[in-house]
């Protein structure tokens, strides 16, 4: 009798770490896999196990804050139900992810409101960036062109 009570209690003490460990990792885990997402978004099999890790995440409402904050989360998910349509297992994943985010966001105004212009400041720097890159690829090919007109001459 005693001995079951010690493993409860060491089961439940267990359990609380594994909850703390998660609570205090899940921003770290949200934002790697993301970042994992963008780095091998042609691997169907990886896109696969991201949208199940943040479904998995998506099931504690405490988490919705830190998905929808985490940058490219909400696009990626919304990618890849876009470009695998054929994957039932990513499709169900990554929309039971949206739908409990979207139900989140249409409960609270301000936080639909905050995150309307996350996205808009998101989308807005993913601008800037391609800008920048386009300006570099043509100063670039400018350069390449003076260079092949020098060694013609």
């Known amino acids: 009798e005693i001995e079951r009570e010690i493993f409860q209690q060491l089961g439940e003490a267990g359990e609380t770490t594994?909850?703390?460990m998660l609570d205090a990792s899940v921003g770290q885990i949200t934002n790697l896999v993301v970042v994992a997402m963008?780095?091998?978004?042609?691997?169907?099999?990886?896109?696969?196990?991201a949208c199940l890790v943040l479904h998995n995440l998506s099931l504690n409402?405490?988490?919705?804050?830190?998905?929808?904050?985490?940058?490219?989360?909400?696009?990626?998910?919304?990618?890849?139900?876009?470009?695998?349509?054929?994957d039932h297992v990513l499709q169900q994943s990554a929309g039971g992810t949206l739908q409990r985010l979207n139900a989140t966001l249409s409960a609270n105004e301000e936080l639909r409101v905050r995150f309307t212009h996350?996205?808009?400041a998101q989308q807005q720097h993913s601008l800037e960036l391609a800008r920048q890159e386009a300006v570099y690829l043509q100063e670039q090919h400018l350069e390449q062109q003076q260079q092949q007109n020098m060694d013609s001459s």
Not at 38 to 49: D, V
Not at 63 to 81: K, R
């Open 18 to 20: 594994e909850r703390e």
């Open 38 to 49: 963008k780095n091998f978004c042609s691997s169907e099999a990886i896109l696969n196990r």
């Open 118 to 120: 996350s996205i808009r």
């Open 61 to 86: 409402e405490a988490y919705h804050g830190t998905l929808l904050w985490t940058p490219n989360c909400y696009q990626m998910l919304e990618w890849c139900i876009g470009n695998y349509p054929h």
